[in-house]
């Protein structure tokens, strides 16, 4: 099972914002992504990497995924499947249908300091959205 520790940002609500995906294959390879997003909120900017994250997998034929966020909404909202804000709702609609295209998928919640690979290329990518 492959590792995807996922990571939205902005600066400013709305900003500039990043998506980072740090994918771990756990036989030694691994893949950075750092997607800049152009101008949204932080929440977005999570659902974007969210979105953007199980795009990348389903095009390398990943089908059993283990996905960690630092995003309690993110995490909560694709448990539950389902987001009260009508904002998100499209967000999630276009998660769901993507993941249930998985063999075996989870989400996990995990600390900031735990997902520090992806915060990193977040970060870059809101500098990247200024070039």
């Excluded at 609609?93 to 295209?101: C, P, S, V």
Aim: with cysteine; aromatic share 10%.
């Amino acid at each position: 099972m492959v590792d995807v520790y996922i990571d939205g940002a902005s600066a400013g609500n709305p900003g500039f914002s990043g998506a980072g995906i740090f994918i771990n294959y756990k036989n030694g390879q691994v893949e950075h992504h750092s997607i800049p997003l152009g101008l949204l909120s932080n929440h977005e900017a999570e659902y974007e990497a969210l979105l953007l994250a199980l795009d990348l997998c389903l095009e390398r034929g990943l089908t059993m995924v283990s996905f960690r966020t630092d995003s309690k909404l993110i995490d909560e909202a694709v448990e539950k499947r389902y987001v009260k804000n009508k904002r998100y709702q499209p967000y999630l609609h276009k998660a769901l249908e993507k993941i249930d295209t998985f063999d075996l998928f989870f989400m996990k919640w995990v600390p900031s300091n735990q997902n520090k690979d992806a915060d990193q290329l977040a970060r870059r990518a809101i500098r990247e959205n200024a070039k």
